[in-house]
């Protein structure tokens, strides 16, 4: 483009020189006719190669003016096809969102995708290690459910091996996350279908000793929990699922067969269980009742005991002992 700068210039000088010489001969000062100083007949400085257009010079090769008259380029004006290759490139700037030498170049032939994503980490959002991924728990995630640390481990280094970036894994990890919730919940769902179930059996197979079979079972298990030193916060696990509306059927018969077992002498008693095990709430009651009459064994028990009539403490111990129980089997009924 430079030759012929200087050709269309060296032109131009001629053709002013042509004009300011009032119409004389066809030549200029100093030179033959029709010539360009230093130069032959119409012909170009060296480097021109006497090409006639510019984008015949040996500037171009045969695929840039391939192309130069492909895009319509090919104009007598340089200028004019510079202006053109300007807004040429201004639009595909504009479209390409990025100058072309900041564009990614696509994935070599044997080149691994997951490689090729991970050097272009900034681009895509994919960070320096797995560590680096900023991970949540879902919202939904059940607050009583322990978070799989280890898993969450393997993931993140699952994740940067494939080539996922933040958001992506995120994804993966709260579809993981719902379904395993979703399991639980099932899984929940489903066992309380299952208890309602069998408490409904267990109350068609007592019948109307429902409720005394109940209280046997809760004083069977009370009788063993003391036995065995439990606390108190043990105690009221225990109450729970031996409660008669909403308790674990298949406890409440297995304590229930304990209690039938200790009242029928038929397995060694506990010590400090007392006898009994199958009283009613109504029964105790009554037995309460008449327990703290001045004239009951446990009345002259306590007087005797008062007065300091030698071996009295003891048998008012024992006795004490039955009206706790007692107390405790009314004290259930009314809860």
Same mark, same amino acid.
């Given at each position: 483009?430079? =030759? ?10 001629f053709q002013v020189a042509d004009a300011g010489a009032g119409g004389g001969a066809d030549t200029a000062p100093g030179a033959g006719a029709d010539t360009i100083p230093g130069g032959g007949d119409d012909t170009a400085p ?6 006639? +257009?510019?984008?015949?010079? =040996? ?6 003016? @391939?192309?130069?008259?492909? %895009? ?10 510079? &202006? ?6 201004? *639009? ?16 070599? %032939?044997?080149?691994? $995708? ?22 949540? %728990? ?26 996922? +970036? ?26 309380? @279908? ?33 036995? #065995?030193?439990?606390?108190?916060n043990a105690l009221m696990n225990i109450a729970q699922v031996l409660k008669g509306s909403s308790g674990d059927a298949n406890t409440l018969r297995l304590f229930a067969a304990v209690g039938q077992m200790m009242g029928e ?31 009951? =064994?446990?009345?002259? &028990? ?9 071996? &009295?403490? &003891?048998?008012?111990? #024992?006795?004490?002992?039955?009206? $706790? *129980? ?5 004290? =259930?009924?009314? %809860?």
């Open positions: 483009m430079t =030759d012929f700068l200087k050709r269309f210039r060296a032109r131009r000088v060296a480097g021109g190669a006497g090409a006639g +257009n510019w984008w015949e010079g =040996d500037k171009f090769s045969d695929t840039h003016r @391939q192309l130069l008259t492909a %895009k319509g380029l090919t104009v007598d004006d340089p200028l004019e096809a510079l &202006a053109k290759i300007t807004e040429n490139y201004r *639009h595909a700037e504009s479209r390409l969102g990025a100058s072309p030498d900041q564009l990614l170049t696509r994935p070599k %032939k044997d080149e691994d $995708m997951s490689e090729w994503l991970r050097k272009n980490g900034e681009v895509f959002g994919i960070p320096e290690s797995a560590e680096k991924y900023e991970l949540a %728990k879902p919202e939904g995630w059940p607050k009583d459910q322990a978070w799989d640390a280890e898993l969450e481990g393997k993931a993140r280094a699952l994740g940067h091996q494939l080539g996922l +970036n933040g958001p992506q894994l995120q994804g993966m990890v709260n579809l993981y996350a719902d379904n395993v919730a979703g399991m639980l919940q099932g899984a929940e769902r489903d066992l309380q @279908q299952s208890a309602d179930q069998l408490r409904t059996e267990l109350k068609k197979d007592w019948g109307d000793q429902y409720d005394a079979r109940v209280a046997l079972a809760q004083q069977a298990a009370s009788a063993l929990a003391e036995a #065995a030193g439990l606390d108190s002498d038929s397995m060694p008693r506990l010590e400090g269980a007392g006898g009994g095990l199958g009283t009613t709430p109504a029964e105790a009651r009554a037995e309460l009742d008449a327990m703290l009459k001045p004239d009951s =064994d446990y009345g002259k &028990a306590m007087a005797a005991k008062r007065a300091g009539v030698p071996g &009295a403490g &003891a048998n008012y111990k #024992a006795l004490h002992e039955r009206r $706790m *129980h007692l107390e405790k089997i009314v004290a =259930d009924a009314g %809860k």
